[in-house]
Structure formats: structure tokens, C-alpha cells
């Protein structure tokens, strides 16, 4: 019973020291407004793609551009900072989609830790591996690869003091948590900038 307890505390501290809150901006923009040297890394990706959008995302750390896509069945995200570089590229995905005991780690977490959760979005997430070249990253989330470095991105709502709380969490391919905040809707704008 003692080791349960401690068990507990232990995972609520985890959990206290990953929360943050997500203040995110995002707006469309043209894409000339859309750094040259990101567009030429995913302007082969782009060929076949439809409802190709790009967009500048601000939020209280940093600033960054995103370009988002329809290729094939897949809904893409492509992120990279405000100094070109590539960041991550997400794709949507289902529960289906992502291995059996990752899934059962991730929703054992989700269970564990907030009050009837409710997954709205996941995402497929390939980040960039430092001494990786960017070709690579990109080959492999268009491939859509399951590779040890793939991480999954939740978005869940949870109960929280008699309401529902919006996060955004990060697991790592085997369901552990990497990074969890508090997501608000865009409709927080104006109160938060």
C-alpha cells in the first residue's frame, strides 16, 4: 500500500513539473510571407497537395511558421522556426494507427491522471534528430515510418474541478510522456495578448 502511495506521488509530481500552458496565436499569411528557405525544402512535397495553406504561429516563447496540407489521405503540418529551420512534421492519425502497447501505456497515463479524458485529435510527430540531415526527417514522415524517435501529440479534454480543461500532450513511441500543457481555444485570444 506504501509503495502505491509513493507511486502516486510520484507520477502527480511528474505531472505538476511537465505542466505548462499552451498561449498560442496562429494566422494565415501568403506564401511569400513564408520563409524561401523552408519552402524549398518541402516544395517536392507540395506537388500533388491539395488545400496548401501557411500560417505564422506566436506564442509567448517564440514565433514560427507552418505550412499544412492534404496529401494523399493524410492531414500534414510541417513546422519550422523563425530562422527556416525545420522543427517537426505532424500528420493526423487514429487510435488504430498507433501501436497496440503504446496506445495502452498512453491511455493508462491519461486514466491514471485526469478525470475522464476524452481524446479529440492525435498526431504522428517526427522531429528533427540532432546529426539527422532535414532530407532525412522529411523522408521519413512522408514514408510515415514507425520509427523509435516517432512521438505522438494528444489533444484531450479532461474534467477538472467540475469542468472540462483542454491539453495538449506529447508521448514518445513507447507512451511515455514526454511534455504536458493546458491548451485554450483561439477564442482566448483576446484576453491573453
Known amino acids: 500500500m506504501?509503495?502505491?502511495?509513493?507511486?502516486?506521488?510520484l507520477l502527480g509530481m511528474v505531472q505538476i513539473s511537465f505542466a505548462q500552458?499552451?498561449?498560442?496565436?496562429?494566422?494565415?499569411?501568403?506564401?511569400?510571407?513564408?520563409?524561401?528557405?523552408?519552402f524549398s525544402l518541402i516544395q517536392k512535397y507540395?506537388?500533388?497537395?491539395?488545400?496548401?495553406?501557411?500560417?505564422?504561429?506566436?506564442?509567448?516563447?517564440k514565433k514560427s511558421y507552418e505550412a499544412k496540407f492534404k496529401k494523399?489521405?493524410?492531414?500534414?503540418?510541417v513546422e519550422f522556426n523563425k530562422n527556416g529551420s525545420l522543427e517537426d512534421v505532424e500528420f493526423k492519425i487514429k487510435e488504430r494507427d498507433i501501436p497496440n502497447d503504446t496506445?495502452?501505456?498512453i491511455m493508462y497515463y491519461l486514466d491514471e491522471n485526469h478525470a475522464k479524458p476524452r481524446v479529440k485529435k492525435?498526431?504522428?510527430?517526427?522531429?528533427?534528430?540532432?546529426?539527422?540531415?532535414?532530407?532525412?526527417?522529411?523522408h521519413n514522415a512522408f514514408q510515415n515510418l514507425i520509427l523509435p524517435e516517432v512521438k505522438y501529440e494528444l489533444v484531450f479534454s479532461a474534467k477538472?474541478?467540475?469542468?472540462?480543461?483542454?491539453?495538449?500532450?506529447?508521448?514518445?513511441?513507447?507512451?511515455?510522456?514526454?511534455?504536458?500543457?493546458k491548451s485554450f481555444p483561439p477564442s482566448y485570444d483576446h484576453v491573453l495578448y
Open 2 to 9: 506504501k509503495c502505491n502511495y509513493i507511486l502516486l506521488m
Open 21 to 38: 500552458n499552451k498561449y498560442e496565436r496562429e494566422s494565415r499569411i501568403d506564401k511569400e510571407e513564408f520563409p524561401s528557405k523552408s
Open 46 to 61: 507540395l506537388e500533388d497537395a491539395k488545400r496548401v495553406r501557411f500560417y505564422q504561429e506566436m506564442d509567448s516563447t
Open 72 to 77: 494523399g489521405r493524410l492531414h500534414y503540418s
Open 103 to 105: 496506445w495502452a501505456t
Open 122 to 138: 492525435i498526431q504522428q510527430q517526427y522531429s528533427t534528430q540532432e546529426g539527422q540531415p532535414t532530407e532525412k526527417t522529411l
Open 160 to 181: 477538472k474541478d467540475k469542468e472540462f480543461q483542454e491539453y495538449e500532450a506529447l508521448f514518445d513511441s513507447e507512451g511515455q510522456l514526454i511534455r504536458l500543457r
